[in-house]
């Protein structure tokens, strides 16, 4: 079972808002046009419409397909053998595709803490497991790495889940595939200073594989411009 990520780095917000700004009739629900106009910040404005796009270009779904459940997570109102799952932050959009199993991304900037803080933030949603790892590290740069790592994966576990914090979140443990919780984990470091992580929750002990797609601004301009077909 494939699951596919695909991100958009965005260098530029001025030059993607002005690109991709008129397209949020063709992108965004009546609804979803009443939050982008009610955004200050182009920086939001464009993580929520580039969301939007690349989950209906990838999967061609027309602006009235999507639900969302009590916690906010999206859903595709008429296939539920469809899942998919949206994160952003400062300069990335990330979107999470799978079939048949439920799936969640996360994706975080890397920003130094101190060694209290990162501990502090450990101790109430790393297992005991995940930290004694983190702590036979050495090098800072390597724990910090770490710990974004366990972050963003247990952010995409509830992700996945589709509810909001839980507070067992210790009891989880993210090092590989969780047996478990049936969650296989995928991390990786992209742009050399975000860290991404995916979690699939398996259906009939199904094994995931994970792939994924870095959406050049190339690709992004030639989605909106083109049927939604073309996919």
């Not at 182009?42 to 999967?59: A, E, M, P």
């Not at 999507?66 to 109102?77: R, S, T």
């Given at each position: 079972?494939?699951?596919?990520?695909?991100?958009?780095?965005?260098?530029?917000y001025?030059?993607?808002?002005?690109?991709?700004?008129?397209?949020?009739?063709?992108?965004?629900?009546?609804?979803?046009?009443?939050?982008?106009?009610?955004?200050?910040?182009?920086?939001d404005?464009?993580?929520?419409?580039l969301?939007?796009i690349i989950?209906r270009?990838?999967?061609?779904?027309?602006?009235?397909?999507?639900d969302?459940?009590?916690?906010?997570?999206l859903?595709?109102?008429?296939?539920?053998?469809m899942?998919?799952n949206i994160?952003?932050?400062?300069?990335?959009?990330?979107v999470?595709?799978?079939?048949?199993?439920?799936?969640?991304?996360?994706?975080?900037?890397?920003?130094k803490?101190?060694?209290?803080e990162?501990?502090?933030?450990?101790?109430?949603?790393?297992?005991?497991?995940?930290k004694?790892n983190?702590f036979?590290?050495?090098?800072?740069?390597?724990?910090?790495?770490?710990f974004?790592?366990?972050w963003?994966?247990?952010?995409?576990?509830?992700?996945?889940l589709?509810?909001?914090?839980?507070?067992?979140?210790?009891?989880v443990?993210?090092?590989?595939?969780?047996?478990?919780?049936?969650?296989?984990?995928?991390s990786?470091?992209?742009?050399?200073?975000?860290?991404?992580?995916?979690?699939?929750?398996?259906?009939?002990?199904?094994?995931?594989?994970?792939?994924?797609?870095?959406?050049?601004?190339?690709?992004?301009?030639?989605?909106?411009?083109?049927?939604l077909?073309?996919?």
């Amino acid at each position: 079972m494939i699951v596919k990520i695909v991100y958009f780095k965005i260098s530029d917000y001025d030059l993607i808002f002005d690109k991709v700004s008129d397209y949020t009739c063709k992108f965004l629900t009546e609804g979803e046009n009443q939050v982008f106009n009610k955004y200050v910040f182009k920086r939001d404005k464009i993580n929520l419409l580039l969301g939007r796009i690349i989950v209906r270009k990838y999967l061609d779904l027309d602006v009235y397909d999507f639900d969302k459940n009590q916690f906010g997570k999206l859903n595709h109102k008429e296939n539920n053998k469809m899942y998919f799952n949206i994160s952003h932050t400062e300069g990335i959009v990330a979107v999470s595709f799978s079939h048949n199993q439920n799936t969640g991304v996360d994706v975080e900037i890397m920003r130094k803490m101190k060694e209290d803080e990162y501990i502090s933030l450990l101790n109430y949603f790393a297992s005991n497991d995940e930290k004694n790892n983190l702590f036979k590290l050495i090098d800072y740069e390597n724990k910090i790495e770490e710990f974004y790592k366990i972050w963003t994966s247990k952010e995409a576990y509830l992700k996945a889940l589709g509810i909001g914090l839980v507070n067992d979140l210790p009891k989880v443990c993210t090092m590989g595939r969780n047996k478990k919780t049936n969650t296989n984990y995928y991390s990786e470091i992209i742009e050399n200073k975000y860290y991404l992580s995916c979690a699939s929750i398996e259906v009939n002990k199904q094994h995931n594989e994970f792939a994924i797609q870095r959406l050049t601004e190339q690709e992004l301009f030639e989605w909106i411009d083109s049927p939604l077909d073309i996919i």
